[in-house]
Every structure is written in C-alpha cells, then in structure tokens.
C-alpha cells in the first residue's frame, strides 16, 4: 500500500514488514525515530457492535503519521477533505482512511463516539504542536490501543528553550583534585571501595565535567552535540513530550487542558514514556542498556553491599526520584554508626546484669517484699522476687548507657541532616541543578473543573438578573464561545485563557479563582473529619486498654498457678499484636481518607496537592503509628491510684499499673514489636504480596482477550509489556514508610538501642525492594526535576527535634535513671545502690482496703502490711498515704534533667550545624570556575560575532564603493553611545546605500549550514542573542 513518496517521513503503519531499530517495539515502524511517548485507551466490548466485514476493525480512521502544522479542525468531513487537499502526498500531513463496513452501519454508544471526537481534536492539536504521531495498524473492537509520540529535533530544540534544559557545551574543565595528604588518603578510600562499586560506566565523570548552560537555538554551535538523536536522553525526552501533553487543550468538545484531565475523564486510559527495553540481558552483557544495568547492579537481592548507581538512576528515572534514593542511601549509610552505638549499649546492659544492686535485690527471697494484689478479690498477695526476670530485662534497655545514647541520637538525628544538606548541593552541582527556576505549573483538572462550575453559576445568576434583557443576553452568551472557538488557538498562555473564558463571556479572568468561600465546606470537612480520626485512633488505644484490664482480671481469677504466674506476659504480648494489626488497618483507612480530604480542598496545583496530602497522611499516620507507645510511655501507671483509693473505668476495672520493673520494658516491646511487624508485614505483604496479587489479576482479566487475538498476532511490543506493569503513583508511600521508621529510631530509641540495627537491616532490604519494583513491577515515570526532597525535609527536621524533648521525658519520667541518681546522692547511707528497691517501695496497711476488694483467700498467711511502688507517707503517718519528700525531690529533679537535657543536646546541634558547612568547600570553587569559564565562553563568542559581522560589512563595502553618505530621508539609526558595535562597524551602518543589516545577522547559528531551518510559527519563534 503506497501512501506517500517518502517513507520516511511517513511510513505506512498498516504494512505487513516492520523494521526495527536497534530496541524492538522502541521505535516507530520506520526503525528510526523514537517512540517517546505513548497514549493508551481502551476500546470497550459493547453488544451492539457488530462488524460483518471484520471483527477487529472497527468504523474509525487509521492515521498515518505527520508532524502536521495545520489548523486543528475535527470531525471526519474536515479531515477528510484536508487529506484530500494534499496533493500526491509529497507534503507533510496526515492521512485518513476508512476503514470496516462501507454502509457505516457498525453501531457505537454515544460516550463512545464522544471519547473519540475529543481524541481526535487533542491529537490535532499535538499534529500542530509539532509532535508525530503514529497509531496501531489496526484499530480494534475491544481491548487496549496505543498512539505512539515521537518529538522531532525542532520540537526538542523548541521546548528545552522553553525549559531551560541546562545541556553539556563543548568546553571541558578537569574537577580540583586534592592535594598531599588528602590526595593520598582518597586514593586509598577509594582503592578500598572498589569491591562496593557498582559495574556502571562512569564516562570520566570522576576528574573532568563538561561546562553546561540553558540550551538555547541561537547557540547550537557550542553544544556538544554528536548525534541529533542521543543529545537529548529518553527521560528529557519523555519529559519534553509530557510538558506538550500537559498544556495541549481540547476547547471544541469538552473544554479541559492536559492530558490528565483527558485520563481521569476516561478518554484515554493511561499515557507514559518507554522503557529501554527489556531489563533481562539477551546477548552481550557490554551490549547492556541503561535498564538492564539497572536491573543487573541495582535491583538485585545479591548486590546489597554495593553504593548505589545514584547518577545512572537519574538519568533513567529523573532528579525528583534520583533524590529519594540518594537520602535514602544517606540515611542507611548513617544508620550503621548508630547500630553499632545501640549494639555497644545493648552490650553494656548484658554485660552487667549480674552485677546490677537493683536487679539483684528484686531477685533476693531472702528480703521478702510482699505486694499487694494486682486485682481486687481474686487476686493475692505475692513477693516481688517472683518478677525477678522481668528486673533483669529491664536492666538490659535501662542503664546509664542509655542516656548516653539518647544523647548521641539527639546528635545524629543532625548530623544526618546536616550531612543530607551537604550531599544534596553536591548532587545538584553535578546533576545541573543549581540555578534552575521551579517550572511552571498548570491547574489540576478538578481545580479547573469547579472554576468552570463557578463561572456558569454565575452566568446563570447573571441571566435571572437580567430578566428584561434575557434574549439579548442569551444570544450573546451563545455566540462569544462560538467566536472564541473559530479562532486559531496557539500558544499555551492563549490556550488557558481561552479555556477559561469559553463558558463565562464578560467576566474577566484575571479575577476568577476560588475563594477561601468556595473552599469553605471542605475545610470545615477536614477539621471534622481529622478530629474524628484522632478520637478512633485513641479509641482503638483504649480499647486495647480494655482489653488488657478484663484478660489480666479474668486470668489473675484462674486457678491454673502457672496461668496466674504469666498473665503479665501474656497480657503483653497479646494486646501489642492486637495494636499492630489496628495500626496495619488503619493506615490504609488514613492514607484513603487523607486522599479524599485534600481532593476536598481543591488545591490548584499538583505540588500544592501533594504537600497537603503528605502534611495529613503523616499527622494521621503519626498518630496511629505512635499512640499506643505514648500511652505506655507517659500515661500507663500514672493515674492508677494506690491500694484503698484506686482508680476505676466503668466502676468494675482498676486501671493498669506498670510490671515492677517499671514501664521502660513495656515500652520497649511495644515498641519493638509494632516496628519490627510494621516493617516486615508491609514489605512482605504490601509492597511485595499485594502489587504481584494484582499483576496476577491483570494477567486473568486480559487473558481471554489475549487469547481471542493470539492467532496472527505479532509478539508483543514495549508498549504492550509496559502498558501490562503497574503504573506509577508517586513516592509518597515510600518516603512515609521511611519517616514512620525515622520516628521509630530517634523518637523512643532511649528504652530501645536495637532500633538503629533493625531499621538498618530493614532498609538494606527496602533499597533492593524498591529498586527491584520501579524497574521491573512500574511503568516509567516521567522524569521529574527537583532540587530537593521537598516538604520531607521540613518534617525530618521537625521529628529530629521533637526527638529531644520525647527522650528527655522517656529517661526522666519512664526509666528509673533519675530515681536511681537522687537516692545514691541523696539518701543512700553509704552512697551506693544498696536498699534502693526498699526505698522506692510504700507500705499500705491491709485494713484499710475498701470492703469487697480484699483478697478473698490468701496462701501468704496473715498479711498486716504489703507494698507497692510509690513514694508515699506510710500508715503510721500523721499524713498517711500523702506523697513524701522524696517524691517532691525526685520530681524536681526530673523536671531538671529535662530542661538540661534539652538545652545541652540544642546547644550541641547547634555547634554541630554551625561546624559543618551546607554547601562544601570544593562546591563553591567549582561554582565560581564554572561562572568565570561560562563568561570567557560567551566574550569568545561575541567577538567571533563582531569579527563575522565586521568582514561581511567590509565585503559590503568593497562591492558599493563612495556610498558612505547617510541620506536623511533613510530610516537607519546612528548608534549612539550605548552601542557595542567597533567603530569600523559604526561608520559603516552610516554609510550611504549599505543595505540596513538584519538584527538576527548577529546570531553565529545563521552561518552554520547544518542547522535544519525551522518553521517560523508562533509556536517555534524565539529571541536572538
């Protein structure tokens, strides 16, 4: 089938022989352009279609491709008599054919018929932007259809202008190398690194950089430009395409911007750049392209002790993801000193158990403590040496090592932003980052949608006003979109200013935006709905509360002696899993609801979005991840009352007391199991189970129709493998896991030294898992520029500080650390631990229990006196049961500990910050090079410029010679003083007869002959420089 003379620029997607180009399924059907983007939607199966000419055509057109820079008209008489308006096919266009029953009397349901008009219209209007367009050799009756994209050279070159795009010049400067003693302890690092370096090209990154600069037509000449067709990479490429998609309107059928909007009105069903193929290795392993490198030195399980090849995963995937994997990396890295820390502290705690006075009290019979019941009437009185490995336990977690290490944390928690600071001007200096201005972003399609909602309220308030003028002013509304409408529409400003003028005529745009009065109910929506979030959250914590008091009552009542000895273990256990599996469900409840709140907000654009998304994803999140710790940290035991005057909820349960060890070790397994179970059921489960559950769910769905058109089917291609994988839904999840673990090992990690060494090992995994799933399991993400990690940053701050105050609080009000320091200082006879446990315990005389809450039965004899853990005035006391001066004394000297505490570790990470630079030495050097370098570069150019233009007016001036006069009817300006011109060249613009020179002359890309000429559309215009 011969459609047009040259091929190449369209090629005939219906033929049967398909080149390929170096990738399959990489390119278009002439093996030579690249697919850069791909547009997906889904025929629908629908009874009333039937075909008597084919099953798998249907009654559309089939396009052949063009880079078509015609007016946008649709529907199929206008296209059909533009096609027919090309004569021969000798010029650029797109051509339409028809194809199923000639009758057209296949039957579509209106929607469908709709969607198709507002495809045809967008990619009209994508033909004019200049991109190229090549559809499915067939379009079929159900199931999946690609349009793929590619960007022409002009296209590129016009939009990384419009961008920005900072691209390499042809001027290479080697990077300062250290000197002396540095140079030589580098080069030993270094050599010592090598088995932990990935197998990656490193292009001699390492000693010299290429000079970069915004690219910019006028100056092709110094770009180091060796192939048209690799100088942009895929990910600019996708990106460029995306910033097309992005801005292209549809303002005749369905009034909207973007291909987002066309996506969640279901016109089309997905859009994404290729993939470099496939990741496994088939041939040569030299021969590997970047995603198969990906895969072999990233993404594997057995590849957990290598750095991470954190520039070639920026150049795959883009900065914003290239920057979570970077802090990501960081943050493992600086991990491993805390482990090791913890693990010494942990050490030191085992290491002296034994010899601990405390402990080793607790577990005398010889002293024989007798404490009073745990229970009212069922329970009896026992001895504390029977709690004795509880004692020991705690000593493993609570010793003065601990403060110690809360201290360092406290540190680490700003070393490790202070170091992340560092590291990020150093990968924005070498990823061309530093100076890029934030691009500009387009209204999100619900925004976009209730502002058109406003706008025709208003018109139709405006016609109820206006009931004398109605016809006047109905016939005036109908016509102004018309005129609007007939217009050309180019350029993306004019674009939006048409879209949101189309159904509101006479209103001014620059005044019509939502107010805080649109956004009012779905405030006072998220205000209502957080506050109910938080009451079910502490409602769950509560109720587990419950259950701990009525299963330790009703096990406390079992004659079982060995169920009686274990209600506090169980009891434990039993009630921290109950609390994991409420936190596991409610954080996919939170991350719904907070979704759903901030859609309600309407925020106008995407990065406004997803900074309120996160802000409350992360406060519920938070708050469901860490009541249950703070319950048992701060509040469990501390309202619980004394015997005879205990504390009741609902008048029948006593409300829970902490072990005799204290509370830390309660603590420290809450903590430890909701953080261990977190991490290992949400990688195991959801991000491994759930995601491959899903593919397998796909995999059934299209299996039918997979097997209906197997027969004749060629095998597939990228975009149908691509179109198969997940898609990709942002990075949230992964930076909210990691900020949830963050909490965990800074926040608590005083009553738990082994969360560095747990999140360390969680992570050596996580970086695998998530590697392994956005090259194997996602779709590719349009690359994304970013200068940092955004809002993140913010709430690791905020979390490294709010870490002192909890650790501050946790040694002073939970462990027995200030207790232990006022009574060796204080009141111990011989300044030693001896009789501390004696100290801390009150007497309570068994008569004055409440009548009813005695023990009924007791096998310890006839008790007069039993203990229990407080400090209060014995019976015998004028104040009985009123709290002692050692109460008052150890309070205040826990209140200042904590404001020691929290002034010494402020001051120290203020020091620390102070210390360490954010941006490093060797950065600012190179910035200051690159300025000087980028400033000789352009005064070369200039005076490269001004010799050109000197020797072309010489040449004018020999071919017109004695026409040096300025004749006072010619409209040529003198150059005044502000001119940069020599004066050879002043006195030869004022000669007489010298042609006026044309002001593009001075751009040194119009005597490069290789350049291809560009259109001269309002699309492709541009400033000389």
Known sequence: MQISQSEDKIPVVGSSSIPQGNGEGLYFSDGRRKVDYVLVFHQRRHGSIRSRASTSVSHDRLSIVSNGNFPPSVGPDAERARAASLPGGEAMGEVFMELGSPGGNELTEPADHEMRLIRQEFEANLLEAGLEIERDRELKTHGPTFTRLHAPWPVLCREAEFLKIKVPTKTVYELKEESGFGSSMSTVWRKMNQPFQPKVPHQDQECVKYLTHCFSRDKLHLYNITSKDTFFDNATRGRIVYEILRRTVCVRTCQTIGISTLIAKGVYDASFPLHD???????????????????????????????????????????????????????????????????????????????????????????????????????????????????????????????????????WAVLFLEHWKRRQISLSFSWDLTGIEDDEEHPRPKYETILLQKRQRKQKNKKKKKKNERDLTVNSSNRKPEKQEDGTVTGKDRWRQKLLSAMAAGIPAAIEKLTWKDRLPGYFINVSSILFMFGLTFSAVFGVIIYRITVSALMAMSPDPETKSNVRVTVTATAVIINLVVILILDEIYGAVALWLTELEIPKTETNFEERLI?????????????????????????????????????????????????????????????????????????????????????????????????????????????????????????????????????????????????????????????????????????????????????????????????????????????????????????????????????????????????????????????????????????????????????????????????????????????IPDVPKTIVEQLKREKKLLVDVFLREEKEKFQLIQSLFSKDSSLHPGSHTLSPTQGLSIPGRFSTLPPGLTQALTGEGVPRARCRAASFSLFNRNIPPRNENENSRHTAV
């Open 277 to 411: 193929g496939d990741y496994k290795v088939i041939g040569q392993a030299e021969e590997r392209n970047d995603r198969q490198l990906l895969h072999d030195e990233w993404a594997r399980y057995s590849a957990f002790y290598k750095y991470q090849p954190i520039d070639l995963v920026r150049k795959y995937f883009g900065e914003k993801i290239g920057l979570y994997f970077a802090w990501l990396g960081v943050y493992t890295q600086l991990l491993i000193p805390a482990s090791i820390v913890g693990i010494i502290v942990f050490g030191y705690g085992v290491a002296t158990v034994d010899t601990n006075i405390p402990s080793l009290e607790m577990c005398d019979e010889r002293l024989n403590f007798t404490m009073c019941p745990l229970c009212d009437g069922a329970c009896d009185f026992w001895q504390l040496s029977t709690a004795c490995g509880t004692a020991r336990a705690s000593h493993l977690f609570d010793n003065p090592a601990t403060v110690f290490f809360a201290i360092f944390m406290s540190l």
């Open 615 to 915: 802000l409350k994803a992360f406060l519920l999140k938070f708050m469901n991840a860490y009541a249950p710790i703070f319950y048992v940290a701060f509040f469990k035991g501390r309202f619980a009352g004394r015997p005879g005057n205990y504390v009741y909820v609902f008048n029948d349960y006593r409300m829970e007391e902490c072990a005799p060890g204290g509370c830390l070790i309660e603590l420290c397994i809450q903590l430890s199991i909701i953080m261990l179970g977190k991490q290992l059921i949400q990688n195991n489960i959801f991000e491994i189970g759930i995601p491959k559950l899903k593919k397998l769910v796909r995999a059934i769905k299209n299996k039918g129709s997979a097997e209906e058109e197997l027969e004749g089917e060629r095998p597939p291609q990228q975009w149908n493998l691509d179109y198969a994988l997940a898609p990709f839904e942002g990075l949230t999840p992964e930076y909210m896991e990691m900020i949830i673990q963050f909490g965990f090992v800074s926040l608590f990690v005083a009553s738990f030294p082994l969360a560095p060494l747990f999140a360390l090992l969680n992570n050596v995994i996580e970086i695998r898992l998530d590697a392994k799933k956005f090259v194997t399991e996602l779709r590719r993400p349009v690359a994304v520029r970013a200068k940092d990690i955004g809002i993140w940053y913010n709430i690791l701050s905020g979390m490294g500080k709010f870490s002192v105050i909890i650790n501050a609080f946790v040694i002073s009000f939970t462990s027995d650390f200030i207790p232990r320091l006022v009574y060796q200082y204080m009141f111990s006879q011989t300044g030693t631990m001896h009789g501390f446990i004696d100290h801390t315990l009150s007497f309570f005389n068994v008569s004055n229990f409440k009548p009813g809450t005695a023990p009924h039965s007791s096998l310890q004899g006839d008790i007069t006196v039993c203990r229990y853990k407080d400090y209060r005035e014995p019976p015998w006391s004028p104040d009985a049961y009123t709290f002692s001066k050692q109460y008052w004394c150890v309070l205040a000297a826990r209140l200042a500990f904590v404001i020691l505490f929290q002034n010494l570790v402020m001051f120290l990470s203020l020091v620390v910050a102070w210390g």
